[in-house]
């Protein structure tokens, strides 16, 4: 209960803060500029010649537009929000707020750059793939990377109950 609580208390602490005018200008925009930056570049690398204008990707008869549901930091805030709100050490925290957001955001490029490339080859599936596999695709690797980061540094369950007990 303790858990669902705070992490309630986080996720709606990260949403509100992301909303917040200032930091929707000096954070979110620049973040998910460098989303569209990013990706744009990589998918250069992989031969495909591309232009970026601030949040939007072009080239190959297609453009994506990177939204704010699409950049990932909401997300990862609230990967963070769940890593503050369960029980763990410091250390373990430290290694979460240091690992986590780079390898989503590592993980949200390579979305992005998938549904770009869906878009280009598969323009008829690519709402239904942006909307369904992708977006459940992250939600997954977000689920998958707090499970692992609790099975290494998360309170154990026997020791969890000794401390609330």
């Not at 925009?29 to 601030?54: D, K, R, Y």
């Amino acid at each position: 209960m303790r858990f669902a609580v705070l992490f309630g208390l986080g996720v709606g602490a990260v949403y509100w803060l992301l909303r917040r005018e200032t930091i929707a200008r000096t954070v979110v925009v620049p973040f998910t500029e460098s989303i569209a930056t990013c990706s744009g570049a990589l998918i250069s690398m992989l031969g495909t010649p591309v232009q970026v204008s601030h949040r939007v990707i072009s080239g190959a008869g297609f453009t994506i537009s990177i939204e704010n549901n699409c950049n990932a930091i909401f997300e990862i805030g609230f990967f963070l929000a769940a890593v503050v709100a369960y029980p763990a050490a410091w250390r373990g925290r430290l290694w979460a707020f240091l690992v986590g957001p780079p390898l989503l955001y590592a993980i949200n490029l390579l979305r992005v750059i998938g549904l770009f490339y869906v878009g280009v080859w598969y323009p008829d599936l690519f709402n239904e793939v942006h909307l369904h596999v992708a977006q459940s695709f992250f939600i997954l690797c977000i689920a998958l990377l707090w499970l692992v980061w609790v099975r290494r540094f998360g309170t154990r369950p026997l020791e969890l109950a000794r401390i609330l007990g």
